[in-house]
């Protein structure tokens, strides 16, 4: 048997606020508190991220308190 579930999930969540240079506070759709990371390859979301902003994010579903941005969700 897997420790960890194989599969992510992809949903939107909605930027709440910047804490550290390449995380995020962020509300997901089920309204769970979430923190989400920037990583190195989309950098240049970085300077165009601001509160209110919705994000396409990658979540592990044993882990719902960390998820990857994606994308910036049209």
């Known amino acids: 048997m897997c420790p960890y579930p194989s599969q992510f999930i992809d949903c939107i969540a ?3 606020e910047r ?3 390449t995380a995020y506070h ?3 759709p089920n309204g769970k508190a979430t ?3 920037v990583q190195q390859k989309e950098a240049a979301l970085l ?4 509160p209110g902003d ?8 044993a882990d719902f308190d960390r ?8």
């Open 54 to 61: 919705r994000v396409q994010v990658t979540i592990c579903p």
């Open 19 to 21: 804490f550290a240079p």
């Open 26 to 28: 962020a509300l997901l």
């Open 67 to 74: 998820a990857r941005i994606r994308a910036k969700a049209e």
């Open 14 to 16: 909605t930027i709440c």
């Open 47 to 50: 300077d165009i991220l601001q």
């Open 35 to 37: 923190v989400a990371f």
